[in-house]
């Protein structure tokens, strides 16, 4: 079994900072991608970023310049640094990443069971 848990989420006012961490754990061979998307209420499920095993970074326009992505491969974890927040952020964020599990080797996708980020004055 593969599983990610996801931590940092909360209330912050909006110009304020966040820290998102999820840690991957169980029979793990490796991990490719990782990356976190997020959900606001009556939308769907949008990508906010996403990082290869190799540091490679992507972002969506809304958030490119105030969020970063990054992951410690030797933890398993990837990390989402959120600052300058505004109201239109508060979405719940999820994790997902697409693991090499094994052996024998299996290919999953997992995802994270949501963090809430709430961001109002």
């Known amino acids: 079994q593969v599983q990610l848990v996801e931590s940092g989420g909360g209330l912050v006012q909006p110009g304020g900072s966040l820290r998102l961490s999820c840690a991957a754990s169980g029979s793990i061979f490796r991990i490719n991608a990782m990356g976190w998307y997020r959900q606001a209420p009556g939308k769907q499920r949008e990508l906010v970023a996403a990082i290869t095993s190799g540091g490679s970074t992507n972002y969506a326009d809304s958030v490119k310049g105030r969020f970063t992505i990054s992951r410690d491969n030797a933890k398993n974890t990837v990390y989402l640094q959120m600052n300058s927040l505004k109201p239109e952020d508060t979405a719940v964020y999820y994790c997902?990443?697409?693991?090499?599990?094994?052996?024998?080797?299996?290919?999953?996708?997992?995802w994270g069971q949501g963090t809430l980020v709430t961001v109002s004055s």
């Open positions: 997902n990443a697409a693991v090499v599990a094994g052996p024998p080797a299996t290919y999953l996708e997992r």
